[in-house]
């Protein structure tokens, strides 16, 4: 059964994979880590609210 994703749905899909590939560039062993998650968070923040936005 194979049916056509809507683009909604392809968009919230790369919005996922955006954020995942945000959250896999942080490393606990990095020296600067918790800067760096600070730094990141309101980009991972503003992707999370961009795929409810497409959920409401």
Do not use: S, Y
Not at 8 to 29: P, S, Y
Not at 36 to 52: A, R
């Amino acid at each position: 059964m194979n049916r056509q994703w809507t683009e909604d749905e392809m968009h919230v899909a790369e919005l996922l994979q955006d954020i995942q590939r945000k959250i896999g560039t942080l490393h606990i062993t990095d020296e600067d880590f918790m800067e760096t998650v600070k730094g990141e968070l309101p980009k991972i923040q503003q992707l999370l609210d961009e795929v409810l936005a497409h959920l409401e």
